[in-house]
């Protein structure tokens, strides 16, 4: 069974910073592209970062760019996104989502982590 | 990087079909047939419901489709059920590993 979960959320300051990690199980993790989706309080999905299998491609949305860094450690099936820069705009559920090999679809989601950015 | 349109909600009594209808443009949606369809309910990760414009994975109901003309694409669930009431959101691929989702729509069974 797929599991992906997600841990490292918090509350920051603005300005600050956090780290978050997914945990994956279930798949041979080194063969999928994996992707950070975010879901702000009562609004709709964003997706945020996508990392390819081997790390050889990265991409973000604009909001995030230069503030943002997208990560993976196929040894230790891992998926990682370091947030620095904070804003009160980035808080959100960050869920942790892999990709369906073959084709373009967001497979498989994690139970997101709460982060919220306030003073 | 805009997101896809979607209708903020619709409606439908158990039995009946409804549509949802999510709008990009050429550079997304009309661009290929990369169009998904997820399902969240209150407080639960998002679940794919239908990928590839028309495909289900497998455990998927057959009472939700996907269709896409043009730069449009739409999810129809036949027969509602009270357990499909929920939040849907269309998704994108738009190109070099990136996603653009809808604003999200939500079905309302009455």
């Known amino acids: 069974e797929v599991q992906l979960v997600e841990s490292g959320g918090g509350l920051v300051k603005p300005g600050g910073s956090l780290r978050l990690s997914c945990a994956a199980s279930?798949?041979?993790?080194?063969?999928?592209?994996m992707n950070w989706v975010r879901q702000a309080p009562g609004k709709g999905l964003e997706w945020v970062s996508s990392?390819?299998?081997?790390?050889?491609?990265?991409y973000y949305v604009d909001s995030v760019k230069g503030r943002f860094t997208i990560s993976r450690d196929n040894a230790k099936n891992s998926l990682y996104l370091q947030m620095n820069s904070l804003r009160a705009e980035d808080t959100a559920v960050y869920y942790c989502?892999?990709?369906?090999?073959?084709?373009?679809?967001?497979?498989?989601w994690g139970q997101g982590t709460l982060v919220t950015v306030s003073s | 990087q805009s997101a896809l349109t979607q209708p903020r909600s619709v409606s439908g009594s158990p039995g009946q079909s409804v549509t949802v209808s999510c709008t990009g443009t050429s550079s997304d949606v009309g661009g290929d047939n990369y169009v998904s369809w997820y399902q969240q309910h209150p407080g639960k990760a998002p679940k794919l419901m239908i990928y590839d414009v028309t495909q289900r994975p497998s455990g998927v109901p057959d009472r939700f489709s996907g269709s896409k003309s043009g730069n449009t694409a739409s999810l129809t669930i036949s027969g509602l059920q009270a357990e499909d009431e929920a939040d849907y959101y269309c998704?994108?691929?738009?190109?070099?590993?990136?996603?653009?989702f809808g604003t999200g729509t939500k079905v309302t069974v009455l």
């Open positions: 279930g798949f041979t993790f080194s063969n999928y592209n």
């Open positions: 990392i390819s299998s081997s790390s050889s491609y990265i």
């Open positions: 998704c994108s691929y738009a190109g070099s590993y990136t996603y653009v």
């Open positions: 989502a892999r990709d369906w090999a073959g084709t373009w679809s967001i497979q498989h």
